[in-house]
């Protein structure tokens, strides 16, 4: 019998499509352990590629010039009887083998009776938190019965099991801090047919749609090195850096025509470029370097309250925690402007008023925002920019062609944004069904990472409480973010004479640098052209 | 299960009898392959000798104060059960096998195989291996030539500048004679002189094999043409052909004398190579070419006793270089050399038995006249055309350069092009950086060319050196800068040198008063330009450069007072207030 093993590119840092400079073997070749399979070139460096298993290539799965990044297949190794040589794959010891090979693998190990389960796909998160170990060695668990809690600095998530069986081993801790692919447990004796840990985990998994990044603040922004703008080579020659400076510059990527000196004379110092890389990593748009110590901003000054009075101190919430430096971050970074109008609902609270008891029957419950979000969604297809994101460089316009609205709920732990997936393909009572659900997870505090991520454009009312305009924060990389305020009946002014009419005001912030103000009012006119006419908002969706 | 492993002495390059200064380990210690063993001591360097393979030390079989050589055993080794890693397995067997190693198993067509191969072992070259194989890179250095350094080590700088100091010497003896030192006429001995310069270039090459040797740099002598944009194949002195594979390559292939079209082949007319052989010494010698090869040449066969005469097709004198630092150069030659002429052309060159007669032509041209010999010396051609750099897909323009990009990059690439054959200034010292920067991006690092200035020298008597912008090439641009002038008349040091035509002239930005140019004119001028390029390169200005304490009486103090001149704070001149 003979043992098949896929060979995958392993952890190679933050790189990803990466360029195959060079296949070293070919079909039919025998390789040993570590024998180099093929080259790598990032913009850092070249690296081989090292088999991890001895044995015959049966099939080589890139070309020369491919772009791979990890986890991507190699070469599929046929090992020989020699099964047991193969190396992990990754430092966490992980030797599943790989979702490609899940067909022969059990069948040519016959009972195969361990399983090592793995964190999956978790989105753009790493060193992970556990915050809760679920099971025990022991443990009898099903498919899907939580494993662990995992807390990122978005959400919550549990992870849940890919076979059935009993726990073997538990390879974390609470408290530990985890990545995809880390070996978590070793369940044994499955009783039911296993699951191949790889296609059931990208199914089964919290995984949150690749193509919808989670919205970050440019915390993430890649290091100068990987993505950055071309360095313009005139401005370059011309700063005024000695060569080591120009050296230090070159290697972390730094365009010295953009560092402002603070040497004498105004020369660019190795603390000047450290700087510079400090405020691209920190988010500050590129060219906007504070001089000096780096700090930019200056410090609200820090106050002994209890010299003035008796106090109680009590820590922030979790989400508060969370919120409090991404509505920091979006509020320093975007030059944010609001629009402010109105738009006359009246017909739209008869016509939700008379639907609402039908509704009600089937179990929907139609709310005003259902309105607002239907008819947002309507309004966005026109509007392209205001589902847009500006890229991590801020030279590029990312168009989305999905719309995911996310509103604003209230809970008593602080404010969460759940979203609604594909707002656009929904009707209205498809919206309001998960309106009510989503609140309700979010409530109770059940919302999943994924029912907060890939939010297009985000809606915050406060309706239900009071008030006539806000400004909102824009929910950035997301562009525009729709306030709505209470409504209120109001004389106003048709043909002539005065109508009492339910005027529902509406605050739209955008991010100046992708939207323009005559687009912003624009939006805002469409919008309550939309909610005036609300009929239309309950024709079906194609 | 396994025999004991002998550890042995590897190649230390031409040393023997080498003391042991330190054992590293004790019998009985396990050691990884690469564990340091003992220390050694040449009179160049200390260095470890490292386990070829993992394993316990069964026996030392040397002490602290023995000698050793190439093969002389270390210890004994029990080996482990697995037997080094493969990667120290390759590098044992890279310096065990030395310089001819190389053949491995695997793909039949590949005698040689190695990460970098540099084809070129000149200045640029080897520094590019030398770098590359520090950076841990596995490197081939190719070379048609018998002796690494290529042109500037053995037919270039270093010969020529052994030649230069000695017509110096005669030309400083010659011109105390009226300061009351008198010797009596020189007497040559052109052998004794040649076998002298040679032991100079023998000395620095020998210095580079050890060099390479030190590095596990493998050198493989033959011509290398490529035959794929990984491949390289290199026909040895011996007709013999090696297929050498690489992933990066370095092309370093330099540049050779240009000729002069329609001339006879006669051996009396030579170049600078042939120059510098020294054969014997012409009764009279006519250099076509008024650049600073012909004219370093000039200046070693006049110091020796020859009649030169120079002719330049162009108006003057070493084009490119500002006029007034020529001006003093030409004043001493002409009054020296037979004859020099500007602005005119060699039309004919007839081989008669009695001599070259050559025919000029041009406004000024003079009648023909009778030479012995003719050193041509007008310019250089990159060797671009003869390395088959098509079949590797390297782009190489109609002249022979191949173009590069900031990282020294051809339009391929994983393959590098440096120094003569990259473009102009053909000079060593650009070689070498670009050398250097060539080989760390090879090794992944992200380096690039971002030198600012590259300055110029001519070995003449006296020397001319010139950095950064040009008077001529301002005026050229139309932008302004300002000037501040030395005359060394004024330096105390000079004039105890017994010359007086020096001058020291630095190019200012008349906003920043940043230094952007300089040129020197005199004895050692080429040693005086570095501090103009540091301040170019580190952005100083006048005031940086004239307060910085010069020491007294040197000639370097001329920078400073030049920069003075500038500032209008310089006390050794009277200079009237500028604009006042």
Not at chain 1, 381 to 400: H, I, Q, T
Not at chain 2, 199 to 208: F, H
């Amino acid at each position: 019998m003979s043992g098949r093993v896929v060979i995958t590119v392993p952890d190679i840092g933050d790189f990803h499509d990466v360029e195959v400079i060079e296949v070293l073997v070919a079909p039919g070749e025998r390789v040993e352990l570590e024998t180099p399979l093929i080259t790598l070139e990032t913009d850092k460096a070249t690296m081989d590629v090292p088999a991890t298993a001895a044995g015959t290539i049966v099939e080589l799965a890139v070309q020369k010039g491919a772009r791979v990044s990890q986890g991507d297949a190699i070469a599929v190794l046929d090992t020989g009887a020699a099964a047991a040589t193969v190396l992990p794959t990754s430092e966490s010891g992980q030797s599943a083998p790989s979702p490609s090979d899940t067909q022969t693998a059990p069948a040519a190990a016959g009972k195969i009776s361990e399983t090592g389960l793995t964190i999956p796909d978790i989105g753009d998160f790493h060193d992970v938190e556990v915050i809760e170990l679920l099971v025990a060695v022991g443990d009898t668990i099903e498919l899907e019965t939580p494993l662990l809690t995992l807390e990122t600095d978005k959400a919550t998530m549990d992870v849940p099991a890919t076979v059935a069986g009993r726990v073997l081993a538990v390879h974390v801790a609470k408290g530990a801090r985890v990545n995809a692919g880390d070996l978590v447990v070793t369940v044994g004796g499955a009783a039911t047919a296993l699951a191949p840990a790889g296609s059931a985990s990208a199914s089964g998994s919290p995984q949150p749609e690749k193509a919808a990044p989670v919205p970050q603040p440019a915390a993430r922004v890649e290091p100068p090195t990987g993505s950055s703008p071309p360095i313009e080579e005139a401005g370059f020659s011309r700063a005024h850096a000695s060569p080591s400076v120009r050296r230090y510059a070159r290697e972390l990527g730094v365009d010295l025509g953009r560092v402002s000196g603070t040497g004498p004379k105004g020369r660019v110092t190795h603390e000047d470029v450290k700087a510079y890389v400090k405020t691209a990593l920190s988010g500050a748009p590129a060219g906007a370097v504070p001089s000096g110590d780096g700090s930019a901003l200056p410090q609200v000054p820090v106050v002994d309250f209890a010299a003035f009075g008796p106090i109680d101190v009590q820590p922030l919430t979790r989400i508060q925690k969370i919120s409090g430096p991404r509505l920091h971050a979006s509020w320093v970074n975007v030059p944010h402007v609001t629009q402010h109008d109105e738009a006359d609902i009246t017909e739209m609270e008869s016509l939700r008023t008379e639907l609402k008891a039908k509704a009600a029957s089937v179990g929907v419950k139609l709310t005003p925002l259902a309105f607002v979000v239907r008819a947002c969604a309507r309004v966005l297809a026109g509007f392209p920019r205001f589902n847009s994101s500006l890229d991590g460089a801020g030279e590029n316009l990312v168009f989305k062609k999905y719309l995911h609205i996310g509103f604003a709920a209230d809970t008593p732990n602080g404010l969460v944004v759940p979203v609604i997936r594909d707002a656009d393909r929904k009707d209205l009572y498809e919206i309001a069904r998960d309106l009510a659900l989503l609140s309700e997870k979010a409530r109770t505090g059940r919302l999943s990472g994924a029912d907060m991520q890939g939010g297009c454009f985000t809606i915050s009312s406060l309706g239900g409480i009071g008030g006539t305009a806000f400004t909102p924060i824009i929910n950035a990389p997301e562009v525009a973010i729709l306030g709505v305020s209470r409504s209120q009946t109001r004389p106003v002014w048709q043909s002539g004479q005065f109508v009492p009419r339910l005027m529902l005001p509406l605050s739209l912030s955008y991010d100046h640098r992708v939207i323009d103000g005559a687009d912003a009012a624009r939006f805002t006119v469409a919008l309550a052209g939309a909610l005036a006419e609300p009929r239309t908002l309950l024709e079906a969706v194609p | 299960m396994s025999e004991p492993l002998e550890q042995l002495v590897p190649d230390l390059g031409d040393f023997r009898d080498v003391e042991v200064i330190e054992i590293l380990v004790r019998s009985g210690d396990r050691v990884e392959a690469e564990t340091p063993l003992i220390t050694l001591e040449t009179d160049k360097a200390t260095m470890d000798v490292p386990a070829t393979a993992a394993g316990v030390i069964r026996e030392v079989a040397l002490k602290k104060g023995d000698r050793v050589s190439m093969g002389s055993l270390i210890l004994t080794l029990e080996e482990s059960i697995e037997a080094g890693t493969p990667a120290s397995a390759g590098a044992t067997a890279a310096a065990e096998e030395g310089t001819d190693s190389q053949v491995q198993a695997g793909q039949p067509a590949v005698d040689v195989e190695a990460q970098l191969v540099v084809l070129g072992a000149g200045p640029g070259g080897y520094t590019a291996a030398f770098r590359a194989a520090d950076l841990g890179l596995d490197v081939l250095l190719v070379d048609r030539w018998p002796q690494l350094g290529g042109v500037c080590l053995n037919v270039g700088c270093i010969p020529s500048k052994a030649l230069l100091h000695a017509a110096k010497v005669l030309e400083d003896v010659e011109s105390m004679a009226e300061h009351g030192l008198m010797f009596g006429d020189p007497s040559i001995d052109i052998d004794l002189l040649r076998q002298w310069k040679n032991k100079i270039v023998g000395k620095l090459t020998a210095g580079l094999t050890i060099l390479a040797k030190q590095r596990r740099v493998r050198v493989l002598r033959g011509f290398g043409r490529f035959t794929s944009p990984t491949r390289m194949e290199v026909v040895e002195p011996d007709g013999k052909t090696r297929v050498v594979a690489f992933r990066h390559c370095v092309i370093a292939a330099g540049s050779e004398p240009s000729r002069l079209p329609g001339l006879p082949a006669d051996s009396r007319i030579i170049d600078s190579t042939g120059a510098l052989e020294l054969k014997e010494l012409p009764g009279s010698m006519l250099v076509v070419g008024g650049g600073i090869i012909g004219l370093e040449m000039a200046c070693v066969y006049d110091g020796l006793g020859s009649r030169v005469s120079v002719v330049e097709l162009t108006p003057g004198l070493m084009p490119g270089c500002d006029r007034d630092l020529v001006r003093p150069l030409e004043k001493r030659i002409r009054d020296r050399y037979e004859r020099v002429m500007t602005g005119t052309g060699v039309s004919r060159v007839e081989a008669l038995d009695e001599g070259l007669r050559v025919s000029f032509e041009g406004g000024d041209a003079p009648p023909p006249a009778l030479y012995d010999r003719i050193l041509v010396a007008v310019g250089r051609v990159p060797n671009g055309r003869l390395i088959n750099a098509e079949a590797a897909g390297v782009a190489v323009d109609a002249r022979g350069y191949i173009a590069v990009d900031r990282q020294m990059r051809t339009n391929v690439p994983n393959i590098f092009a440096i120094g003569d054959i990259a473009g102009q200034p053909m000079l060593a010292h650009k070689a070498t950086h670009e050398g250097k920067v060539a080989a760390e991006v090879a090794a992944g690092q992200k380096s690039s060319f971002d030198a600012r200035v590259i300055p110029s020298v001519a070995y003449t008597d006296p020397e001319i050196a010139w950095v950064g912008i040009t008077e001529e090439q301002a005026k050229s641009e139309g932008r302004k800068v300002g000037k501040g002038l030395f005359p060394w008349m004024a330096s105390g040091r000079s004039l105890a040198l017994n010359r007086d035509e020096g001058f020291t002239k630095l190019l200012f930005d008349p906003a920043t008063h940043r230094v952007i140019g300089g040129g020197i004119v005199g004895v050692n001028a080429g040693d005086l330009i570095s501090e103009v390029a540091l301040a170019i390169e580190l952005g100083a200005d006048a005031a940086d450069v004239g307060l910085t304490i010069h020491p007294h009486p040197t000639l370097s103090e001329t920078v400073a007072f030049a920069a003075e001149a500038f500032e209008g704070t310089l006390t050794d001149l009277y200079a009237p207030k500028k604009g006042a």
